[in-house]
């Protein structure tokens, strides 16, 4: 593979003009700059005729594989800015890792195959639960729970629909599934059937992808060949990635906090309601998960990202104690403010799902029409409250990781705002502060039999160990943190420095004189 490098890049190197490579067939393929850097790459310059033909001299893919000269790759975002002039060398001054363009293999769809079993956990343990509440006469929370098991239900069909676009084709066994809610569940089979398929027989590639790569602190630009097979796989991983958020905060989260509200009402824990209640918060902890990681693939959308396993582990522990210290905190503050638990539920829903709608007004701009083409106007606006919804119940319970914008193209603001990070978390703790200091003075007889100044303290403890683990994942963990242009630390900087008085002290060094002491005063 040859890559183009910048003007700058080939002026740079020792006998060639910037006039000289103004010609669009000419490519670079040396990575030695400065010096030498000539007469040590044979034949620098190469026309694209050369490098063309697998079998000239010249060509520079036979180079590489000589081992007589490392390709040039390039530079790009904040590091291509900072770094113009600085050479084409590695950390080290030597050859950045080849880029290769072998074609793309299809992955185990370990992710399709964990969401439809949570779907189907879920599904089974809230129907266990139910004809338990329908022995005992409880029709109220068996009403509830089944609202909260068919809502979101309706809504993932919807989803995998909309996604697959299955209503512009005849398949009419995929929707009956749908329709009977069983969709996720042949989707799921017709991955496995892909994946099972794919890679026996040769197939042509339909489109070639290219993503670039951080390597210990430089870029590589990597080309794949994406086949049928990998492709269809790939569509199959977003309508489910889409398919778990839904699940978590519009079913599972829901549930797990009725569940958990008629747990201390009734101070007794069945067996069916604690596997519903795990199973609920599993879901909510992989839909955060989920969420964390299709916000760094739409803000890095040119990078390939992979997260480490102490990166996973780090989310892991984040999001699961954030959301349920809130989740218990709501409970709690719930069985004695019975009445006052709706207004403040409903303030937290209308605030966040208003605040992009009035930033789109005053913007001034249109809607997107890139929503779907056959949508109207109407439709559009459709889509786009239903959208603003799931991002205001995501809020409601931990942080999105996103920021909406709908005069955007993608819908998504993505600049990394450290600023209403930092908003958000202070106000969250701050209400779960007011909200378990009113129930420790105003709680009843229920909770007689529990330490609940240590509930108290460890509630609030829970939830600043969540923060202190979202700290560590961004200052430490973050895949892309190296693109950066302020980090965690540079933000607690600033907002330390601020409350010192301006001015920067000035360091002065006594001059060195042998045998003489000075002092500065």
């Known amino acids: ?140 929370w068996l009403a509830l729970t089944v609202f909260f098991v068919l809502c979101p239900s309706v809504l993932v069909q919807l989803t995998l629909i909309f996604v697959h676009r299955d209503l512009s084709r005849d398949r009419p066994l995929v929707l009956l599934m749908h329709l009977l809610q069983l969709g996720p569940i042949i989707r799921c089979m017709e991955a496995l059937v892909v994946y099972c398929w794919s890679g026996k027989e040769e197939e042509p590639y339909v489109t070639i992808t290219r993503k670039r790569r951080l390597r210990k602190g430089y870029e590589v630009e990597m080309e794949q060949e994406v086949g049928h097979s990998v492709r269809r796989l790939a569509t199959h991983r977003n309508a489910f990635k889409r398919m778990a958020v839904i699940q978590a905060f519009l079913g599972s989260t829901p549930q797990l906090t009725l569940q958990l509200y008629i747990s201390i009402l009734e101070k007794y824990v069945p067996a069916a309601r604690a596997v519903l209640m795990g199973i609920c918060l599993v879901s909510v902890t992989y839909g955060a998960l989920v969420c964390n990681i299709l916000a760094i693939q739409v803000k890095y959308d040119d990078y390939k990202v992979q997260l480490r396993p102490l990166a996973f582990l780090c989310i892991v522990l984040w999001r699961s104690l954030e959301i349920s210290t809130r989740v218990a905190v709501l409970v709690l503050f719930s069985t004695v403010f019975k009445h006052w638990i709706i207004p403040i539920a409903l303030a937290n829903l209308l605030v966040v799902f208003f605040l992009p709608w009035v930033q789109f007004w005053r913007s001034g701009t249109h809607l997107p029409d890139n929503i779907e083409k056959n949508f109207s106007r109407v439709g559009t606006v459709v889509v786009l409250c239903a959208f603003t919804l799931l991002y205001a119940s995501i809020n409601m319970f931990c942080w999105s990781a996103v920021q909406l914008k709908l005069a955007d193209r993608d819908l998504i603001d993505k600049s990394q705002n450290w600023g209403r990070l930092a908003i958000y978390y202070v106000a969250r703790l701050a209400e779960n502060t007011a909200l378990v200091i009113l129930w420790y003075f105003f709680k009843t007889d229920v909770y007689e039999n529990i330490c609940t100044p240590l509930l108290v303290v460890q509630l609030l403890l829970g939830y600043c160990l969540g923060i202190y683990f979202m700290l560590l994942f961004f200052q430490y963990l973050h895949p892309c943190r190296q693109l950066f242009r302020h980090n965690v630390a540079d933000f607690l900087h600033c907002v330390c420095c601020r409350r010192h008085p301006p001015g920067t002290p000035l360091c002065l060094q006594p001059p060195y004189e042998p045998g003489v002491r000075h002092s500065i005063v």
């Open 1 to 140: 593979m040859v890559f183009v490098v910048s003007r700058s890049s080939c002026s740079a190197l020792e006998g060639k003009t910037l006039s000289s490579c103004r010609d669009r067939d000419c490519f670079c393929v040396g990575a030695a700059v400065g010096g030498d850097a000539a007469s040590k790459v044979s034949g620098g310059f190469i026309p694209s005729s050369a490098a063309d033909k697998p079998d000239s001299p010249g060509n520079a893919s036979s180079l590489v594989k000589r081992g007589k000269l490392c390709p040039g790759w390039r530079r790009g975002g904040a590091e291509r800015a900072g770094r113009a002039g600085a050479g084409m060398d590695g950390p080290r001054g030597g050859c950045p890792p080849a880029a290769t363009a072998a074609p793309s293999r299809a992955k185990l769809p370990l992710g399709i195959v964990f969401s439809t079993a949570l779907f189907c956990g879920e599904g089974a343990a809230a129907a266990v639960l139910c004809l338990s509440y329908g022995h005992s006469d409880d029709r109220f």
